[in-house]
C-alpha cells in the first residue's frame, strides 16, 4: 500500500527555501505568483494491515519536526479520489 | 489559489535520501515498511487566471529536474475531491 506524507512548514515559520523559489520564478518572469511555500513529499510502501495510528506515530517521531511543521497523510482512497 | 507540485524522483533512480528514512524507521522499531522515497512539495499561491500550461512551464523550468523528476500538479478542485 502506497501512502503519501506531505510535510510542510507551520504558518509563522520562515521559509527561505520558499523565497529563494519565489525570486528565481520571478526572475525568470512568471507572473502572478505571490507566495511560495516549500515542503517535503515522503511516500511510504507499507504492508496492508499497517494502521493509521502506526503511521502517524511515524511522522512524530521522525518525519516531521512538530514544532515548526504539519503533517497530512495521504492513503490511497484518497489518491483515487483526487485522480476520479 | 493554491496550488501544490509534487516532484517525486523516476523510477530507478537511486534516493539515498529515502533509503536513511527507511533505516531510521526500522531502528526506532517500526514493522512493515518496504520502501520509501523522499520528493518535494512545493505550495505555490498563484493568481487565479494563471493557466496550466504556465504552471507546467515553472515545473520544466525551475522546479523539477525533468531528466531525473517527475512533477503532478494538484488544483484546488483536486484537492476538494481529496478531502470529500
Same mark, same amino acid.
Given at each position: $500500500?502506497?501512502?503519501?506524507?506531505? /510535510?510542510?512548514?507551520? #504558518?509563522? /515559520? ?5 523565497? !529563494?523559489?519565489?525570486?528565481?520564478? @520571478? &526572475?525568470?518572469?512568471?507572473?502572478? /505568483? ?8 515522503? @511516500? ?6 499497517? &494502521?493509521? &495510528?502506526?503511521? =502517524?506515530? $511515524?511522522? =512524530?517521531?521522525?518525519?516531521? #519536526?512538530?514544532?515548526?511543521? #504539519?503533517? =497530512?497523510? @495521504?492513503?490511497?482512497?484518497?489518491? !483515487?479520489?483526487? =485522480?476520479?
Amino acid at each position: $500500500m502506497k501512502i503519501r506524507i506531505f /510535510v510542510t512548514l507551520k #504558518n509563522g /515559520v520562515l521559509d527561505p527555501q520558499g523565497k !529563494a523559489i519565489h525570486h528565481a520564478l @520571478e &526572475s525568470l518572469d512568471f507572473k502572478g /505568483v505571490n507566495d511560495v511555500r516549500a515542503g517535503k513529499l515522503i @511516500e511510504l510502501d507499507v504492508d496492508d494491515g499497517t &494502521s493509521d &495510528s502506526d503511521i =502517524e506515530k $511515524m511522522c =512524530e517521531k521522525l518525519l516531521a #519536526n512538530t514544532v515548526i511543521e #504539519n503533517f =497530512e497523510i @495521504e492513503r490511497p482512497t484518497d489518491q !483515487a479520489a483526487r =485522480e476520479a
